[in-house]
T-cell receptor, first 115, second 113 residues
Framework: NAGVTQTPKFQVLKTGQSMTLQCAQD?????MSWYRQDPGMGLRLIHY???????DQGEVPNGYNVSRSTTEDFPLRLLSAAPSQTSVYFC??????????????FGPGTRLTVT | RKEVEQDPGPFNVPEGATVAFNCTYS??????FFWYRQDCRKEPKLLMS???SGNEDGRFTAQLNRASQYISLLIRDSKLSDSATYLC??????????????FGKGTHLIIQP
């Protein structure tokens, strides 16, 4: 199993550009989520999904869209990039059935810089 | 407001020593607890879950104190490879979704030779 994969690993955008961060998992997990990690801020939840066709907002959803058309894929779209979106983005997945949230499996991250 | 607090450190500890750090949480309804490890410029990975009775995995021991609302992580006989940031994670609703999780900002541990 490849686990959780993310592309690209690094990206530089200009203010106002849009792009999609890709995330895929091959573990048949129902739950998937996107986090951003900033220095001194810890991991903050952007959007999450509890299954194909179902998504919801997390703590910091503004400026981002998601969709979940398949169990495997959960892309994150930046609509109009802003310097405040410079961050490291992690995608994660987990089993639905484990109590207590179970183990979150994280992808390797995408380092995004917006100039 | 969900809050999980950790001492950011860094904790500078000589190799072979024992080190412990705590994490406090504010929501008394929190149901499950975890320690994650994050190496520099890498993704977080689960180190261990924290059970009510406490649990041990090799050199690592995790404890939960519900009355005082904190969890702890003890590392014995520390190795250079233990150098990392340790994230405290609390699940409020007990479900499998990410919306119930709150991550602490992490404690940075440096093991010195």
């Amino acid at each position: 199993n490849a686990g959780v994969t993310q592309t690209p690993k690094f990206q530089v955008l200009k203010t106002g550009q849009s792009m999609t961060l890709q995330c895929a998992q091959d573990m048949n997990h129902e739950y998937m989520s996107w986090y951003r990690q900033d220095p001194g801020m810890g991991l903050r939840l952007i959007h999450y999904s509890v299954g194909a066709g179902i998504t919801d907002q997390g703590e910091v959803p503004n400026g981002y869209n998601v969709s979940r058309s398949t169990t495997e894929d959960f892309p994150l779209r930046l609509l109009s990039a802003a310097p405040s979106q410079t961050s490291v983005y992690f995608c994660a997945s987990s089993y639905e059935s484990l109590p207590g949230g179970g183990e979150q499996y994280f992808g390797p991250g995408t380092r995004l810089t917006v100039t | 407001r969900k809050e999980v607090e950790q001492d950011p450190g860094p904790f500078n500890v000589p190799e072979g020593a024992t080190v412990a750090f705590n994490c406090t949480y504010s929501n008394s309804a929190s149901q499950s607890f975890f320690w994650y490890r994050q190496d520099c410029r890498k993704e977080p990975k689960l180190l261990m879950s924290v059970y009510s009775s406490g649990n041990e995995d090799g050199r690592f021991t995790a404890q939960l104190n519900r009355a005082s609302q904190y969890i702890s992580l003890l590392i014995r006989d520390s190795k250079l490879s233990d150098s990392a940031t340790y994230l405290c994670v609390v699940n409020i609703d007990g479900g499998g979704g990410a919306d119930g999780l709150t991550f602490g900002k992490g404690t940075h541990l440096i093991i010195q030779p």
